[in-house]
């Protein structure tokens, strides 16, 4: 028995931060940005905007997408690196919010793999006998930004994607899903204040040191790497070629890591899912927000191949293949 992504939902808040408000507060530039990013804007929360209040809004719209009711949920997923507190979970918000009073919630940590990551577990429930598993990935990365770090701030945005999955009746399914980590390079992207390592006070507030911290050069050239490599391993075990996929949908970090990995695949770019010139880097997000919109404007059709891959923090990455 295969499981299915059944419906998709995604939301964004309204207001946007563009490359020429970010010249106002850091030493930068739109062309720079554009030039080494691909980043043309991205949206920010409202204060006291959270998580959960995006995530809520997505799952709203993947429930509605996939004709469930919350109440038919048997587990939340949320993965995310900004929930709404260290503890409770943000699931466990999003789940009582949706009235999803059946369901098991909890959040994934695996930056921007984590959506991927929370599928995978989504997808061994169901075979388990689970019915539906509402997997988000949702971050509010404006509140771990340094916004007097040029090197970060102009990198990342907020929003959320959700999908419910649940049991295939049919061809469309999840065909597979890989999962890699390695903990050696955990400090290349990292929050290093603010956890018990380092736990909140002034003096970690005066150093900065709940943001976000990137060794961004280093991560680009990991990324291209690992991203070929996590395809490959993909294609390899479902026996498919890089022809016969329809539709690429990765992490979005960078336009530039996307045409590097495309060329090396010989894949046309055309057919990769891009929203990071609107939204920026958003993390957890990324991939769910990219695959609504792939499906809401046609690009993966019923009987498609879809294939994903993410990359991030930890470091971990991953990938996916899926008959839509
Ligand atoms: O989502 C998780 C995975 N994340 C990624 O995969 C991100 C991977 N990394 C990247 O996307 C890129 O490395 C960045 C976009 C972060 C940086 O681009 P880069 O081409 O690697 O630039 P760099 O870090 O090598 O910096 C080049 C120059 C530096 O100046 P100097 O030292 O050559 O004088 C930086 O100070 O660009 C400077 N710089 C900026 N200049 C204007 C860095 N940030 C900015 C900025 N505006 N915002």
Same mark, same amino acid.
């Given at each position: 028995?295969?499981?299915?992504?059944?419906?998709?939902?995604?939301?964004?808040?309204?207001?946007?931060?563009?490359?020429?408000?970010?010249?106002?507060?850091?030493?930068?530039?739109?062309?720079?940005? &554009?030039?080494?990013?691909?980043?043309?804007?991205?949206?920010?929360?409202?204060?006291?905007?959270?998580? !959960?209040?995006?995530?809520?809004?997505?799952?709203?719209?993947?429930?509605?997408?996939? $004709?469930?009711?919350?109440?038919?949920?048997?587990?939340?997923?949320?993965?995310?690196?900004?929930?709404?507190?260290?503890?409770?979970?943000?699931?466990?918000?999003? @789940?009582?919010?949706? $009235?999803?009073?059946?369901?098991?919630?909890?959040?994934?940590?695996?930056?921007?793999?984590?959506? &991927?990551?929370?599928?995978?577990?989504?997808?061994?429930?169901?075979?388990? $006998?689970?019915?539906?598993?509402?997997?988000?990935?949702?971050?509010?990365?404006? %509140?771990? =930004?340094?916004? !007097?770090?040029?090197?970060?701030?102009?990198?990342?945005?907020?929003?959320?994607? %959700? =999908?419910?999955?649940?049991?295939?009746?049919?061809?469309?399914?999840?065909?597979?899903?890989?999962?890699?980590?390695?903990?050696?390079? %955990?400090?290349?992207?990292?929050?290093?204040?603010?956890?018990?390592?380092?736990?909140?006070? @002034? =003096?970690?507030?005066?150093?900065?040191?709940?943001?976000?911290?990137?060794?961004? +050069?280093?991560?680009?050239?990991?990324?291209?790497?690992?991203?070929?490599?996590?395809?490959?391993?993909?294609? %390899?075990?479902?026996?498919?070629?890089?022809?016969?996929?329809?539709?690429? &949908?990765?992490? @979005?970090?960078?336009?530039?890591?996307?045409?590097?990995?495309?060329?090396?695949?010989?894949?046309?770019?055309?057919?990769?899912?891009? +929203?990071?010139?609107?939204?920026?880097?958003? !993390?957890?997000?990324?991939?769910?927000?990219?695959?609504?919109?792939?499906?809401?404007?046609?690009?993966? @059709?019923?009987?498609?191949?879809?294939?994903?891959?993410?990359?991030?923090?930890?470091?971990?990455?991953?990938?996916?293949?899926?008959?839509?």
């Amino acid at each position: 028995m295969k499981s299915q992504i059944l419906g998709t939902g995604s939301y964004v808040p309204p207001k946007i931060l563009t490359n020429t408000d970010l010249e106002k507060i850091v030493d930068t530039s739109d062309t720079w940005i &554009v030039d080494r990013t691909g980043i043309h804007e991205r949206r920010i929360a409202e204060p006291g905007e959270a998580c !959960s209040d995006l995530g809520i809004r997505a799952s709203e719209s993947a429930l509605a997408n996939a $004709g469930i009711a919350a109440q038919d949920l048997d587990m939340i997923l949320v993965a995310t690196c900004t929930g709404d507190y260290p503890l409770p979970s943000t699931a466990c918000l999003i @789940q009582h919010r949706l $009235g999803a009073t059946r369901a098991a919630a909890c959040d994934i940590a695996a930056a921007c793999c984590g959506f &991927v990551y929370a599928l995978s577990i989504a997808n061994a429930y169901i075979k388990a $006998g689970y019915r539906y598993v509402l997997v988000v990935g949702a971050e509010v990365m404006s %509140a771990i =930004t340094d916004w !007097s770090d040029r090197n970060t701030c102009v990198l990342f945005g907020d929003g959320a994607g %959700a =999908t419910v999955v649940g049991r295939s009746e049919g061809e469309a399914g999840i065909l597979s899903l890989h999962l890699h980590a390695d903990g050696r390079l %955990a400090d290349l992207i990292c929050v290093p204040g603010g956890g018990s390592s380092r736990p909140a006070s @002034q =003096t970690i507030l005066d150093e900065r040191l709940p943001y976000v911290k990137m060794r961004g +050069n280093e991560t680009f050239k990991i990324a291209v790497k690992t991203m070929e490599e996590a395809v490959r391993e993909a294609l %390899a075990a479902n026996e498919l070629t890089i022809n016969d996929i329809d539709c690429f &949908v990765p992490h @979005q970090a960078n336009i530039r890591i996307l045409k590097a990995v495309a060329e090396r695949l010989k894949l046309p770019l055309e057919k990769t899912a891009i +929203n990071l010139d609107r939204f920026g880097n958003t !993390s957890a997000a990324s991939i769910p927000l990219a695959l609504d919109e792939a499906v809401k404007t046609g690009k993966v @059709q019923p009987g498609n191949l879809v294939l994903l891959a993410a990359f991030g923090s930890g470091l971990t990455w991953a990938s996916g293949v899926l008959r839509w």
